[in-house]
């Protein structure tokens, strides 16, 4: 197997901490990892209750889980490129005591602590004075500038407020208030962000290590070539789909493009792509890897937090725009494959039917089969066994994993990694597929806690990850057993149990090492939190934002997405997230009801979400980029504007969740969802296809046109609709009881409302609200809450009463109403996919006049 290239491998290496020291002090990094691993394996267990030991508070795990990532923050990670990789100076290490000493003061004095809240002592401002820098530089260490930057111009602001200029300008914040919020409470860096990284983030990382190093990850690349490298393009659909697997339980765009980049990037350039295509290839399919769930580069865990959702509600969100997305990028490098003229690869001879077998159809197959399996198919034993339920599972998940062992024990082992190696004949895709079954079974087990025994994510990914111990000691003793025994392959020797325990510790290794970064990235992200909380800045961006948008929404959207992708520049996954959901999220939801638009939060977050992500790809800081042009030999500014120019469907598809929410399955029947995601894929496809200039053949600009207004219609129909017909009926704010009273109970409404401003004028806003219940006697208005006077020939509110729906609203007193508007009967928006069907067939008709004779099949096939 051919080593990766110096420069991915360079970049993989920093990201776990560039610093391998010999000797003594190796161990003990070593030992420390492991002991971090073991720790986070137990707070998450149900050990500590039943025996009644080691039971922690939140505020305590989260004090011991940052000091570990601290104290293996300073010793693994050099504080510059010339300091040394082999050894650890005694600055760094007394550095690190520090550090980690500073974050266990909130364990070791947590009782005192709790006694004098909002009072700290001198020696509590000292530790929070010295442990705030230390943070930093360890950030600076793990995660480069970018995250440190922003953390401390947050600190600056807060403590600088009076001298700030204009809107900026704040009553500012004293240094013993500044480090008793940030750090000696829940507000700051010990916040909800480290919870989550504390709680659930860490096993889920560690059961991707655990995966990758049992060898899953070298399976789904294996297997994504053996379904796909036969397909025009082969290697590239390979990536996407390989990339989307180990994507979804890798918390790392970079990692990802090293570990399937290594191997389909040089067969990318083999079949015909430039360089500069296959790293933006890559790029692109590893990217959106951490939009698919079940841990969305850990996001999906903050979610639940943020915006007050079941984990569960959270996957179902992010399910059909990750795979609608993925399906789309998959297009997209069949039609680079097509405009290039690459074919596929040879592969074996098969049967009719596999050849008919459509490579992504079956990844996405499997993914949602497995889902379904365990919740239909094993469901029922929940209800039927009640308790003993749990221990049934484990019986039959035992029985299964050694049937899948011994069909894997009768096929040929994987061929290794090695992109130089002539692959003149594709790998038996049923060959491969039966060698790793029994790495789904992890996946199982969590679907099943996830999804029947409803259990938490931290507790799901703790079960999924004994069941990925146990594979890791077991496998390879019972492989070679099995193979021996059967005398299938009986030479193959995969080793025994010492060679399990070997991977096992090297997996709790990497695991731990993995986390420092993330770790230090969700408590540095704490001090942007809890500055926000501290100075009200939010309030600031959002009149920023409306100031220069002069009121267009969509303006609006795109100057918060422009944010979102410079503030995520140079962050990882988790830390971006934090950083733009904390400081933009808040800005969307505002702007949003003052153009009358309610945004459910969580289409909010995936909006700020996807296009901070955007960040990884974006020159000149895309650090995915860096990884795969170190790969392609090629400059990663070029590799990021291509990979950029790939992802223009993701630019596309933020949007879409804030005007038509149906994309993320919300409040919708079976039915719906079905026919959204087909909208929406073909809307998708339409988007790709305009994109890159290529449908049945090259595109003339017009062309590219008539297949993004189909593109539009098909995601969104009501965009041409609100254009023919107007959604509200506007009526005069004094009919406003007369039109309620004629209105259904529990229709929807809004009003339009001139709030007065502390600095003097108004701005208008929209107030979204449902007709109530009418008691006899009683006004529509006083049904809401709502005393209204005349003034002046204007509807002004005189009191909001309490706990009433009107008060759940942002009405208030003195607010002026000036209109009513009521939802107008208009035509079915759907109806509007019959014209741009045609406009498809339309530009279809034009290209296939122009497709040359010879290859009339391929090109039908190329659209």
Sequence with gaps: ?????????????????????????????????????????????????????????????????????????????????????????????????????????????????????????????????????????????????????????????????????????????????????????????????????????????????????????????????????????????????????????????????????????????????????????????SLNGQIMPPVMGAAAFLMIEYVGISYVEVIRHAFLPAVVSYIALFYVVHLEACKLGIEGLRRRKQSPFLRRMMGLAFAVALLSGIGLAVYYGLGWLKPLLGDWAGLFVAFALALVYLGLLTVASRQPPLPPDDPDRALEELPDFRAVLLSGLHFLLPVVVLVWCLMVERLSP????????????????????????????????????????????????????????????????????????????????????????EALAMGNLLLMLVLIAIFCVVLGLGLPTTANYIVVSSLMAPVVVELGIQN??????????????????????????????????????????????????????????????????????????????????ITATIGMLLVASAAMGWFLVRSRWYEQLLLAVAALTFLLPTFWLDRIQPPWETHPATELNQV?????EGSQF??????????????ELFISMSVPEIAPGQTPSEALGLELIEQDGETVVDMVDFASPAEATSLDFDQRIIAVETPAERWPAEILWFPALLLVGLVAALQRRRAPKHDAKAAVQAG
């Design 596 to 677: 009358g638009l309610v945004v459910p939060l969580i289409a909010v977050h995936m909006f700020v979400f996807y296009f901070g992500l955007m960040a990884d790809a974006t020159p000149p800081v895309g650090l995915a980029a860096y990884a795969a042009a170190a790969i392609s030999r090629d400059n990663p500014i070029t590799t990021g504007i291509q990979a950029f120019v790939y992802e223009m469907r993701t630019v596309v598809w933020p949007f879409m969740f804030i005007f038509n929410t149906n994309l993320l399955l919300i409040d919708v029947t079976w039915f719906e969802g079905i026919v959204t995601f």
């Design 750 to 763: 809004r009003l339009l409302v001139a709030e007065p401003q502390i600095g003097g004028g108004e701005r």
């Design 1 to 285: 197997m051919n080593d990766v290239p110096q420069e991915a491998q360079k970049l993989v290496e920093e990201e776990a901490g560039g610093r391998k020291p010999i000797g003594a002090l190796g161990w003990v990094i070593a030992a420390l990892a492991i002991g971090w691993s073991l720790f986070q394996i137990w707070i998450a267990s149900p050990l500590p209750y039943m025996f009644g030991f080691g039971l922690l508070n939140s505020t305590e795990t989260r004090s011991i889980h940052l000091g570990f990532a601290l104290l293996l923050g300073f010793l693994a990670y050099p504080a510059f490129k010339r300091s040394p990789r082999n050894r650890v100076p005694l600055i760094d290490i007394a550095l690190a005591l520090a550090a980690s000493a500073c974050a266990l003061y909130i364990f070791v004095f947590y009782n005192q602590l709790a006694t004098r809240p909002g009072s700290p002592t001198t020696l509590d401002l000292v530790v929070a004075c010295v442990g705030l820098p230390l943070l930093l530089e360890a950030t600076r260490r793990t995660l480069g500038p970018a995250l440190t930057v922003i953390a401390s111009i947050f600190l600056l602001y807060s403590l600088a407020g009076p001298w700030m200029p204009g809107v900026l300008a704040h009553r500012g914040v004293s240094l013993q208030a500044l480090a008793n919020h940030q750090w000696l409470s829940t507000e700051g860096v010990f916040g909800i962000a480290l919870g989550v990284s504390t709680s659930f983030v860490f096993l889920f990382v560690l059961f991707g290590a655990l995966l990758d190093r049992a060898g899953a990850g070298h399976y789904f690349i294996q297997l994504a070539f053996a379904r796909l490298g036969h397909l025009r393009g082969g290697p590239a659909k390979a990536s996407v789909v390989a990339s989307m697997l180990t994507g979804m339980v890798s918390g790392s765009s970079i990692a990802n493009v090293v570990t399937t980049g290594t191997f389909t990037i040089p067969m990318m350039k083999k079949v015909g792509y430039t360089p500069t295509k296959a790293g933006a290839i890559e790029v692109s399919s």
């Design 458 to 545: 931290g507790l799901s990914a703790f079960w999924a990850v004994v069941m990925m111990l146990a594979i890791l000691l077991t496998q390879r003793p019972l492989l070679t057993a099995l193979r021996k025994r059967t005398e299938a392959f009986a030479s193959v020797d995969h080793g025994g149990l010492r060679e399990g325990v070997e991977d096992l510790i090297q997996g709790l290794i990497q695991g731990a090492r993995n986390m420092i970064g993330i770790g230090i990235a969700t408590a540095a992200a704490g001090i942007v939190v809890g500055a926000i909380s501290q100075t009200g800045v939010g309030l600031v961006l959002s009149d920023l934002v």
């Design 740 to 744: 309620l009273e004629q209105a259904p």
